[in-house]
Each structure stands twice: as structure tokens, then as C-alpha cells.
């Protein structure tokens, strides 16, 4: 694998705006303007070909300021050096999440493959139906992406050989998922987690949405929502909205070790 150093580089101002002149990209245009803080985006090396691009991430916060990973088509360990690649970016600009990171990027360069003919499938599709694939005449090749699917991956930190029931009536503590804003919620409830679900009702989340999923569930007392929200005040939002990543997630699954678990995959 290539060392990220080698492949990793910054790009200036003025080269971030000769882009934008040649490209005449509305999205890259409102980061530069200030109206969004961030842009993704792919630069062919060679117009004809996906052998050889970079992904482009530019941000806009006290400056203008960019940053290129040198990747392509035919590269080793192409996905795992993107991965690598959303890590350094979520460490620099904390408000972003490595693996939304990851699949902005990867949705990228699904549009970039399609548009030279080239269909795009999951990995393990590829690995065990390939043969029995039909593939239509007028495309020049099947590859693989790899996305994360983040609510499942959340939940698979919350697991368990037993979990409890789901009553109404009975004092619970949950934590839900807005996929769209990529923030996690920790409230209390004695409502079954469905019809708690359906109540959210925040003005800045959308009630009822299905970008909304409860990610788990624990029955126990109420204060319990006191003392999680107090240990990660620092990543509130607002409300009972708070930024965690996959290590606050697994702190929070052990801080609740000792509760039985409803099963929220069942929701």
C-alpha cells in the first residue's frame, strides 16, 4: 500500500479557484462563496480514462483551502486508502463524520464509473454471482464500491444474547439515529419505542421521518438519561441531539452493560 504521504497533497487558493473557473461547479462555487463549508469531488487525470484521478475535498471555514488523494480504477486497496483518507479529514474538521466522509466519496465515484459504463455493485455481488451476471451490451464492465451502511454498523455495537421486552408503561432509555444529520439522540421514554419514534417532533428534526431509526433501547430508570447526556455534553448539539462517533458508541454500550437491552432491529 502506498504510504498517504506520498499521495496526499495540499492545494492552494488560487489553484482552487482556476478549478472552479474551468469547471463552473455550482457546489464547489458555494463553498467559495461561504454558503456551504465543504466540498467533495473527483479530478480526472485524463479525460478519456478512470485509471488515474484524485479525490478533491475543499473547505471554506476561516479560509479557503484544499487537500487531493491520488487514487483510480485499477489501484490496491483503492476503498481501505478513501477510508484512510475520511479518517485524516475527520480529524482536521471535527464536525465531519469519517465514514459519511467515506461514502460521499464513494458515491462520487459511483457517478464517475457509471458515466464510462461501468456498472457499479456490492462487493460480495461481485465476489459470488459475477459468473451469472447478465451484463447490458452497451456497458464496458462491472467493479465494486464499498458503502458503509451506518445505522447497521452503529448497531452492531449494541448486541446482546438476550434482550428484554418492549412494554408501554415501562421506564426506558434510547438512543435514536437521524441519518440525514448524522447526529444520535439520547432520551428516556415509557412508550413503546415505535410510538416514541413517531413523537419526535423537534423543529429542526422531521417527526415521523424514516431517516430516523432507533439505533437501541435499555429499560432503566430515567436518571440514567441525565448521567449519559452530562458525560457527553461536550458533543451536544442541541436538545438531546449529540455528535457521537463509533468509540462514544461503544463507551456508552459498556457505561449501560448492567441494563437489559430491547432488540431494536425488531422496529
Not at 444474547?161 to 418492549?166: C, F, S, T
Request: aromatic content about 10%; hydrophobic content about 40%.
Amino acid at each position: 500500500m502506498d504510504n498517504l504521504d506520498e499521495i496526499i497533497h495540499l492545494i492552494s487558493e488560487e489553484t482552487i479557484l482556476r478549478f472552479l473557473r474551468e469547471t463552473n461547479n455550482p457546489e464547489l462555487n458555494n463553498v467559495v462563496e461561504g454558503f456551504e463549508k465543504y466540498f467533495f469531488g473527483l479530478i480526472l487525470e485524463n479525460i478519456n480514462t478512470i485509471d488515474s484521478y484524485s479525490l478533491l475535498f475543499i473547505s471554506n471555514e476561516k479560509e479557503l483551502k484544499g487537500v487531493i488523494l491520488k487514487s483510480g480504477r485499477n489501484l490496491k486497496d483503492r476503498d481501505l486508502q478513501t477510508l484512510r483518507f475520511s479518517k485524516i479529514l475527520e480529524q482536521d474538521f471535527s464536525d465531519l463524520n469519517q465514514l459519511v466522509i467515506f461514502n460521499t466519496f464513494q458515491s462520487k465515484i459511483i457517478q464517475l464509473y457509471e458515466t464510462f459504463g461501468i456498472i457499479c455493485i456490492p462487493k460480495h455481488v461481485l465476489d459470488f454471482e459475477s459468473a451469472s451476471i447478465v451484463m447490458p451490451s452497451h456497458k464496458k464492465g462491472i467493479d465494486y464500491v464499498l458503502r458503509f451502511n451506518i445505522l447497521e454498523f452503529y448497531r452492531s455495537f449494541f448486541e446482546r444474547d438476550q434482550y428484554g421486552p418492549n412494554n408501554d408503561g415501562e421506564s426506558k432509555i434510547y438512543l435514536m439515529y437521524d441519518r440525514r444529520e448524522d447526529k444520535v439522540k439520547i432520551g428516556r421514554t415509557k412508550k413503546k419505542l415505535e410510538m416514541r419514534l413517531k413523537g419526535v417532533s423537534e423543529s429542526t428534526i422531521r417527526a415521523n421521518d424514516p431517516m430516523i431509526n432507533i439505533l437501541t433501547a435499555w429499560i432503566s430508570p430515567p436518571e440514567m438519561e441525565t448521567i449519559l447526556q452530562e458525560k457527553f455534553k461536550i458533543k451536544n448539539i442541541r436538545g438531546e441531539w449529540f455528535d457521537l462517533r463509533a468509540a462514544d458508541l461503544e463507551e456508552l454500550d459498556h457505561k449501560m452493560k448492567t441494563f437489559e437491552m430491547i432488540d431494536a432491529r425488531l422496529l
